[in-house]
């Protein structure tokens, strides 16, 4: 797969303000937004509550069903008793990659000192990326500034797409 087009997206928003329709969903706008940017065309969203199992649910019926080769949620990522986002990621994935969220922490970090604060996991399920964002739109924008150049890589190596690996 050479071309960005050919990659499809998941954008996940995990909000009980959001799901209720309290709150539009501005970091979805902006993970599609960005995603687009860098030439990903085909893309699907949902919101769900802030609750493990309707987290999970929607991580394995997304992962399993090869629909999405990334899921990226915003949401929940948290230290707030309601931000579940990181145990119901832990709880489908097939196995972690650490170096994804160390890399948003840090970089995002030079904004804001509350990038420490984020719980975020990513990993693979049935050979889709599942990358957790921060809720805000700006921690979206920015998570995704830090991870952009290699997302389309690794997608390639868990789908042992990579002919030069």
Same mark, same amino acid.
């Given at each position: 797969? &050479?071309?960005?087009q050919s990659y499809k997206f998941g954008i996940l928003t995990i909000s009980? &303000? %959001? ?7 501005? +970091? ?12 990903? %065309? ?13 987290? &999970? ?7 399993? &069903? ?19 986002t990181p145990e119901a990621t832990k709880l489908v994935l097939d196995y ?15 904004? %804001? ?14 050979? @889709? ?18 991870? +952009?150049?290699?997302?389309?890589? %690794?997608?390639?190596? @868990? ?7």
């Amino acid at each position: 797969m &050479s071309s960005n087009q050919s990659y499809k997206f998941g954008i996940l928003t995990i909000s009980d &303000s %959001t799901h209720t329709g309290v709150r539009k969903d501005v +970091s979805g706008d902006v993970a599609i937004e960005v995603m687009r940017k860098l030439g990903y %065309t085909e893309i699907y969203r949902d919101v769900v509550p802030d609750e493990v199992d309707l987290i &999970s649910s929607k991580l394995i019926e997304w992962g399993d &069903s090869g629909k999405v080769d990334v899921i990226l949620t915003t949401g929940g990522t948290g230290v707030s008793p309601r931000d579940r986002t990181p145990e119901a990621t832990k709880l489908v994935l097939d196995y972690e990659i650490p170096g994804i969220p160390e890399a948003i922490r840090v970089g995002t970090s030079k904004f %804001t000192e509350m990038s420490m604060l984020t719980r975020g996991l990513a990993g693979i399920r049935s050979k @889709c990326l599942i990358v957790n964002l921060p809720g805000s739109p700006k921690g979206v924008q920015e998570g995704l500034d830090v991870i +952009s150049g290699v997302i389309k890589h %690794t997608i390639s190596l @868990c789908q042992d797409t990579d002919l030069l690996h």
